[in-house]
């Protein structure tokens, strides 16, 4: 049975389409490129449509890699298609924490059909705004 996976970072243009190209060339010289359909996301609509970052690029040519593929925004339908959603998120702006989670967990830990904004400034926005918003008389 075909495994479906999708590498999501913030905007698809730099971590997510470098660890797409990592992963399909293990894939591939593992010869089960028939077992996986790979793609990458971004959490945010910013490069959707737009090619990899020239730097990721870089990085792949120096190793071998090419990257072709092109910026899209993860969605609940992707969530539901897809069988692994490897995020590559920073917490804390330095350092990127991996995670995996399945397609019956929301990127919370808790069981649910949604998804998550994960970077630290999109959460601080949303909190900022629910809270001006119990403010309001």
Same mark, same amino acid.
């Given at each position: 049975?075909?495994?479906?996976?999708?590498?999501?970072?913030?905007?698809?243009?730099?971590?997510?389409?470098? +660890?797409?190209?990592?992963? &399909?060339?293990?894939?591939? @010289? %593992? !010869?089960?490129?028939?077992?996986?359909?790979?793609?990458?996301?971004?959490?945010?609509?910013?490069?959707?449509?737009? +090619?990899? /970052?020239?730097?990721? *690029?870089?990085?792949? *040519?120096?190793?071998?890699?090419?990257?072709?593929?092109? +910026?899209?925004?993860?969605? +609940?339908?992707?969530?539901?298609?897809? /069988?692994?959603? $490897?995020? @590559?998120?920073? %917490?804390? !702006?330095?350092?990127?924490?991996?995670?995996?989670?399945?397609?019956?967990?929301?990127?919370?830990? &808790?069981? @649910?059909?949604?998804?998550?904004? $994960?970077?630290?400034?999109? *959460?601080?926005?949303?909190?900022?705004?629910?809270?001006?918003?119990? $403010?309001?008389?």
């Amino acid at each position: 049975m075909t495994k479906r996976l999708s590498f999501v970072c913030l905007g698809n243009i730099c971590r997510s389409p470098l +660890a797409e190209g990592i992963f &399909r060339r293990l894939v591939d @010289e %593992a !010869g089960l490129s028939a077992d996986f359909e790979i793609e990458s996301a971004g959490i945010g609509p910013w490069h959707v449509g737009e +090619a990899p /970052d020239p730097r990721s *690029r870089q990085v792949a *040519r120096a190793h071998g890699l090419t990257l072709d593929s092109i +910026a899209q925004q993860i969605t +609940a339908r992707d969530m539901a298609r897809l /069988d692994l959603v $490897l995020t @590559e998120r920073r %917490a804390d !702006g330095h350092e990127a924490h991996p995670r995996i989670i399945d397609r019956n967990e929301s990127l919370t830990g &808790r069981r @649910e059909p949604h998804l998550e904004l $994960l970077h630290p400034a999109v *959460r601080e926005r949303q909190r900022h705004h629910r809270r001006s918003r119990r $403010l309001k008389p």
